[in-house]
């Protein structure tokens, strides 16, 4: 509906909250198809599902499916699309039935501002109002595609609980993690160079392209775990000028970190107390780019805050090592569109021998495998990870006096694998996960694998697939959901940790 503009019945927040959409790939090709089918002069329409996480930034939103139109939905005599009455009521019924969120998206001509009318001000007005009371509360989403010569622009708004928030990104993930800013939303990429003379990206430049280059500066990138592997990660994005990090760790550095950690220097060993992991990346990540926005939280990715900052980010590393922590990465790649990187290393050695130097990458995304297809979950080990010390404690005894009667102790504690992992690997793994990180960012290229894993110590390194299970998984199932798959997801926070985190430094804007 490309009319004159009126702003009157949809006045947008200007408190700098705003929302951020998810869509998949596939879907958005399928959706372009259908919006785009009358161009370049005529528009298109269609109900969709999406499910919503409130956050303290906005909302974050992910496409669902659409709710195509059926024969005579929509008026093919307009130019401009028109819902007819059995659609809408079909579309509102569905926001009381199916648990999820219910929008609008419509195509603008080809050329055309995708700024809404006077009409689509009328529309959004009357869906928001319906569909809220329907849903008994949801958010109702509404967005303007346009495509022409120049590319694709959109806009969006979203209507919740009184309130018209703006959308600012539209994310799609797939082979290419693609990024695209509102119309209608201020830029906020951090336009500058930092020397006169030659781009410290020059060589990346000549490789990748100045467009990846810039695609790189307009990132954000999660890094959870900052120690082995995330410090040199999270080193040398910052080297490729990626413009934003959310940094999470729980931990105290601690000095036996320091052979393998890139962000300490001399002096941190003599702090009392030690500064958090977190805080000494940031340093390292500002002494590499004093314009990088930083946001820093002490503590695990399943604290509610976190989540929240992460919803923020184009793209996740996972570099914790932790069972839970893959598990989460499975989930929030499958319920919020979230793709991440995961990375593992395992090391072992016999009397002064290095028998094992095994490095694991995986690609987390909604339309790959899960972490349980990909069969790298011992749930065992993640209840170990999940009690509290008093629990380990009793178990631990129980597993001794087991052990004193001649019974297995293993069914009573299973003791945790004491990680023997030195620098040089976890620097190779923290490294190549920067490298597919900026790989998937531009397109540039892909893990050769989903998953897989390698061993330096072995002939031709050693390298394995992980193919996924071919048993069944229902990981297919309510993708995009985001808050409303709440009850599906495979992993949460013990009630004994605190819901959040320690917020110590935001990098937001
Ligand atoms: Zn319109
Ligand atoms: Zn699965």
């Given at each position: 509906m490309a009319l004159q503009s009126s702003i009157t019945k949809v006045p947008l927040v200007r408190d700098g909250r705003h929302v951020i959409v998810r869509i998949q790939y596939s879907d958005r090709k399928r959706l372009e198809k259908h919006l785009f089918q009358r161009y370049p002069d005529r528009e298109w329409g269609t109900f969709f599902h999406f499910g919503f996480r409130r956050t303290a930034w906005g909302i974050a939103l992910s496409y669902v499916g659409g709710l195509w139109p059926e024969?005579?939905?929509?008026?093919?005599?307009?130019d401009i699309v028109e819902f007819s009455d059995d659609y809408n009521l079909r579309a509102f019924r569905s926001g009381s039935t199916s648990g999820v969120g219910v929008g609008v998206v419509h195509s603008h001509p080809s050329g055309y501002s995708t700024h809404p009318s006077a009409l689509d001000d009328d529309m959004d007005d009357y869906f928001a109002r319906e569909l809220s009371s329907y849903t008994g509360g949801f958010p109702y989403c509404s967005l303007i595609f346009q495509r022409n010569d120049q590319g694709f622009s959109f806009s969006g708004r979203v209507y919740d609980r009184g309130e018209w928030l703006p959308v600012k990104t539209l994310f799609t993930t797939g082979e290419v993690l693609q990024r695209d800013h509102s119309e209608l939303m201020p830029s906020d990429s951090t336009g500058y160079e930092w020397t006169d003379g030659e781009s410290t990206t020059a060589r990346l430049e000549a490789l990748l392209g100045e467009p990846s280059a810039l695609r790189l500066q307009g990132s954000c990138v999660g890094i959870i775990g900052c120690s082995g592997t995330g410090t040199p990660a999270g080193h040398l994005l910052a080297r490729a000028k990626v413009g934003e990090f959310v940094l999470v760790d729980p931990q105290r550095f601690a000095p036996s970190n320091h052979e393998r950690f890139h962000a300490s220097v001399y002096d941190d060993l003599m702090s009392n107390p030690l500064d958090y992991k977190v805080e000494l990346l940031a340093r390292l990540i500002q002494s590499v780019n004093p314009h990088a926005r930083i946001t820093t939280l002490v503590g695990n990715a399943l604290q509610d805050n976190v989540l929240d900052e992460l919803l923020r980010c184009d793209l996740i590393l996972g570099c914790t090592d932790t069972v839970h922590g893959r598990v989460f990465l499975s989930d929030v790649a499958k319920h919020n569109l979230l793709p991440s990187i995961d990375v593992g290393v395992d090391m072992d050695g016999d009397n002064g021998k290095v028998t094992t130097q095994l490095t694991q990458l995986t690609r987390y995304s909604p339309e790959l495998p899960c972490a349980f297809c990909n069969g790298v979950i011992d749930t065992n080990e993640m209840a170990v990870e999940f009690m509290t010390d008093e629990e380990k404690r009793l178990r631990e005894k129980a597993a001794l006096e087991a052990e004193a009667r001649g019974e297995k102790p293993d069914s009573y504690w299973r003791r945790q694998r004491q990680m023997h992992t030195v620098g040089y690997l976890t620097t190779t793994a923290g490294a190549m996960a920067a490298g597919y990180a900026e790989g998937w960012l531009t397109g540039a290229f892909a893990m050769p694998h989903a998953a897989f894993q390698f061993d330096l110590g072995q002939e031709r390194l050693g390298v394995v697939p992980t193919p996924p299970r071919q048993d069944y998984c229902?990981?297919?199932?309510?993708?995009?959901?985001?808050?409303?798959a709440q009850s599906y997801r495979n992993v949460a926070r013990p009630t004994h940790w605190a819901p959040r985190a320690l917020l110590l430094s935001s990098g937001a804007v």
């Open positions: 024969s005579s939905d929509l008026d093919r005599q307009s229902i990981c297919g199932q309510r993708i995009g959901w985001a808050d409303q």
